[in-house]
């Protein structure tokens, strides 16, 4: 009997070892689960979440292991960021806090914002007024109405931005020069969002930096902690379940 046992318990001590270890790999190598804790990225983005990011989009390097092991030099497989993607980075100014805005400027590029409008390599981006944005706030029935505008950027790619107006903080910057091997990313929240703009906080992203792609959204949550189901009838956000980031 107490050799069945001490089989049995074995046996559950490896099956948990190999979970653990699958998970990890997925975790490292494949997809990894994030969740959005403040409203920089909204709309495209809301405070409450989760997110799937795709490790493998853009290669990999130490920031890709856990707790960023420095087992890989600079960065392999690699695979250049595309502008307009939504992409999950180390903040260089710590190499450990995880920032999520979109990559506007690539290596050699030239950005500058001028009355709220992104100029890229001395052209404006298109910017196209749209209905106002209603967000309800969190925690309560109150909402919030913002202006919000579609930005077509030189690839083709389409997407959503709040602007309040284009007369706040960093609505009208220097020229910034992207360095090689280097990216510049700004939230959809324009006004509200500390990005590339805040040189000394945030500034140009390392490629090494760069973490992975957001893919889409699985789980996303109104006001309470996701562990909090029995609130779950009145908080979920039913229609964001496995929204692709775009």
Known sequence: MKHNK??????????????????????????EPFNIPSGSMIPTL???????VSKFSYGYSKHSLPFSLPLIDGRIMFTE???????????????????????????????????????INGKPVVRTQMDDFINEQPGNTTY?????????????????????????????TPVYKVPAGHYFAMGDNRDRSRDSRFLSDVGYIPVEN??????FIFFSINGSSAWEFWKWPDTLRLDRFFQTIR
């Open 46 to 52: 809301l405070i409450g979440d989760y997110l799937f």
């Open 144 to 172: 919030r109405r913002s202006p919000r505008f579609q930005e077509t950027l030189p690839n083709g790619i389409n997407h959503e931005i709040l602007e309040i107006s284009d007369t706040q903080m960093f609505d009208n």
């Open 6 to 31: 001490s089989s049995e318990m074995m046996e559950m001590i490896r099956t948990v070892t190999y979970a653990v270890l699958i998970a990890l790999f997925v975790r490292t190598f494949g997809y």
């Open 210 to 215: 760069l973490v992975g792609k957001a893919k």
């Open 81 to 119: 960021p595309e502008r307009g993607d939504v992409a999950v980075f180390k903040l260089p100014s710590d190499n450990k806090t995880d920032y999520i805005k979109r990559i506007m400027g690539l290596p050699g590029d030239t950005i500058q914002v001028i009355r709220g409008i992104v100029h």
